[in-house]
């Protein structure tokens, strides 16, 4: 018998949704669906998690500005 998973819609930038999926890959706890290049089915009930993982994989990954002052 099928089940129903409640799902949010969510649209995105190639690049995020990239880092969306390899967050995804190991335990696929979050991905309902993967739907075209920028729109994902994400659970409803992970979102919050996915959005904290998220900002995390951003954080490790932004590169800070030299502030040595050189013009």
Do not use: F, W
């Not at 409640?6 to 967050?23: F, H, N, R, T």
């Not at 998690?49 to 502030?67: S, V």
């Amino acid at each position: 018998m099928p089940k129903a998973v409640k799902g949010v819609l969510v649209e995105c930038d190639p690049s995020i949704k990239a880092i969306i999926l390899k967050i995804d890959q190991d335990k696929h706890d979050y991905i309902v669906e993967d739907l075209d290049d920028q729109t994902l089915m994400v659970k409803e009930t992970q979102l919050p998690k996915l959005k904290a993982r998220l900002e995390e994989e951003l954080a490790n990954t932004q590169q800070i500005p030299d502030e040595s002052g050189s013009d």
